[in-house]
């Protein structure tokens, strides 16, 4: 394959070194690909679920039946990084606490749930058993069960996907399968079954479990899949956080302008998460918010895909990276074929990072913060410091600005990892 990338960034990725890509195509210009109607709509769908999931999922009640996260300020964890680097950093730090989601635990009770609720809708809604303007709560009763119980629902995940979907299905009555490979963690396998979702496992990798599970759900017209890679319903479901997250934003007194930038660290595997997240936000802020995505070293995949214009036409393997590593919502080779055709061009960069410096600083957080956060998730906490330290990129912003600026780790998931496990994490020792 003849690939038109900057040799010396090829190298770097092939020798899977930490970096920080700054993305040469920047600006602001529209995708036809998606439309900012779309987050509105998906706001004002989850507002029409809200009473609904404050009846059948107790833990929403406090935020009014949306499915929604704290914006934490993490001052003591700034004195984690500082100890990295000499260079005095600047801004304040929060942490969006993915991980606390209600029902699921991590990013895709946003995008997964959201996607599930489109469906349960279109349904409820063509039945004639349902009003937009009804309320909700009807969802919860018999007849409605029994409605989604002729439909059934399909995914191929060893992760949250599987679980946000899996848990949101079983609750509405839907009859789902979550397509697993069996390397799967047992816990995963444990609580979906205990939820009533079917689990299928497949041997050998991943990929045998998606094509599979997409292929036994085609056989099947009253069959949904979900597919990570290409949907934009999920994609619109976590596009939503930035409207509420703003809010929280100023509640904390914080302002976003010029002088006042914005910068935001999401983790990313196929794209869809932090690409809904990353568009969300150049909506509200344009220019005045800067959008990093962090991959892990040996799965660079969006890096790669972004930087060679070949989006989903390139995997890691290809430039012989093995596309392993311990954050397990980052292991993905390829990227999503919709997102970075749709916020490639709005993304500051992407930094990759390697394993044991993700589990540094996911000790680092627990330390100073009390957050209890997945691998994949402490992906995020580096970057304040890593854009203020980049010879490159810190010229780009003037010191008045790097004082103004607040900066979001987008703590992206761990609510469900059970405690043994989340003990490993942070006992975790470099061979
Ligand atoms: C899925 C996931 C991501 C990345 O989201 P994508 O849509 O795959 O890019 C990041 N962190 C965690 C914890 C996840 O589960």
């Known amino acids: 394959m003849k690939l038109n990338l900057d040799p010396l960034l090829l190298q770097n990725l092939k020798q899977a070194k930490e970096i920080l890509w700054l993305n040469p195509h920047l600006n602001e210009k529209e995708s036809p690909l998606a439309d900012v109607q779309g987050i509105a709509d998906a706001e004002a769908r989850l507002k029409r679920f809200a009473s609904y999931f404050a009846a059948v999922f107790p833990e929403t009640k406090a935020t009014g039946g949306l499915i929604e996260s704290p914006l934490t300020e993490a001052q003591n964890f700034i004195s984690f ?28 009770a946003r995008g997964g749930i959201y996607e599930v609720l489109v469906l349960a809708e ?25 409605l989604f119980a002729k439909y059934a629902v399909a995914v191929g995940s060893t992760g949250n996907l599987g679980l946000s979907i899996g848990i949101m299905s079983a609750q509405l009555g839907f009859r789902v399968t979550v397509h697993m490979s069996n390397d799967a963690r047992q816990w995963k396998k444990d609580l979906l079954r205990a939820k009533g979702a079917q689990v299928v496992e497949y041997p050998g990798n991943f990929d045998m479990a998606i094509s599979e599970g997409r292929k036994q759900a085609m056989k099947d017209p009253n069959c949904h899949f ?12 976590y ?8 809010e929280q934003l100023s509640q904390a007194g914080v302002r976003v302008d010029a002088d006042h930038p914005l910068f935001i660290y999401l983790p ?7 690409g809904g997240v990353a568009y969300g936000f150049k909506q509200l802020y344009g220019s005045n918010v800067h959008c990093f995505f962090v991959e ?24 012989g990276l093995s596309g392993q590593t311990a954050m397990d919502g980052l292991a993905v080779g390829r990227p999503s074929k919709l997102i970075g055709r749709i916020v490639g061009h709005r993304l500051d960069g992407i930094y990759t990072l390697d394993d044991s410096r993700s ?73």
Not at 296 to 319: C, E, K, T
Request: net charge negative; hydrophobic share 35%; with cysteine.
């Open 296 to 319: 892990p070293i040996y799965s660079p995949a969006m890096l790669l895909g972004l930087a060679s214009g070949l989006h989903d036409g390139i995997a890691v393997q290809d430039i």
């Open 359 to 431: 589990y540094h600083y996911l000790k680092g957080i627990w330390q100073k913060e009390g957050i209890a956060l997945e691998p994949s998730a402490s992906a995020s906490l580096p970057g304040y410091k890593i854009v203020q330290t980049d010879e490159e990129y810190k010229n780009r912003l003037t010191p008045v600005q790097w004082q103004n600026a607040t900066h979001i780790a987008w703590a992206t998931g761990g609510g469900m990892v059970p405690q043994e496990e989340m003990e490993a994490y942070r006992n975790y020792q470099p061979e």
């Open 268 to 274: 990313c595997g196929v794209g869809g998460g932090p």
């Open 122 to 146: 279109e349904i409820a809604l063509k039945s004639g058993m349902l009003k937009l303007e009804d309320d909700y709560a009807v969802l919860a009763q018999e007849p409605f069960r029994e």
């Open 239 to 246: 596009s939503v956080a930035a409207r509420r997250t703003a």
């Open 81 to 108: 990084l500082q100890k990295e680097t000499d260079v005095p950093l600047k801004g304040r730090l929060f942490v969006k606490e993915d991980n606390a989601l209600p029902i699921s635990g991590s990013i895709k």
């Open 226 to 237: 979900v597919d990570d890679e290409n949907s934009l319903n999920l994609f619109y479901g």
